[in-house]
């Protein structure tokens, strides 16, 4: 199983493939979580990449954990992939 997340405007979209056939795409508010039952096969693929893309999960259960921990947390800055983290050196 794998599925890729894209979190944009308060929409989350994922795509998933189950035993390498593909589960096709559902979108739910960033703010509730993703059932099986969510998935269509007639959704389009975006590419993985851009400033929405949350990241690649290994089981659905990932994206929605990733999901609530990201509700959880809502003042502090979301890390988007793409992006360049500074570390400071005191």
Same mark, same amino acid.
């Given at each position: +199983? =794998?599925? *890729? $997340?894209?979190?944009?405007?308060? %929409?989350? &979209? /994922? ?7 593909? +589960? =096709?795409? *559902? $979108?739910?508010?960033?703010?509730? %979580?993703? &059932? /099986? ?20 999960? /290994? ?32």
């Amino acid at each position: +199983m =794998g599925f *890729a $997340l894209w979190i944009e405007d308060g %929409i989350a &979209r /994922a795509e998933g493939t189950h035993e390498y056939r593909p +589960m =096709g795409v *559902a $979108l739910v508010s960033a703010s509730d %979580i993703f &059932r /099986a039952r969510d998935f269509d096969r007639r959704g389009r693929i975006r590419p993985r990449n851009g400033a929405s893309f949350a990241g690649l999960f /290994a089981s659905l259960n990932h994206v929605n954990r990733h999901l609530v921990q990201r509700r959880s947390q809502p003042n502090q800055k979301k890390w988007k992939p793409g992006s360049k983290r500074t570390l400071a050196i005191i």
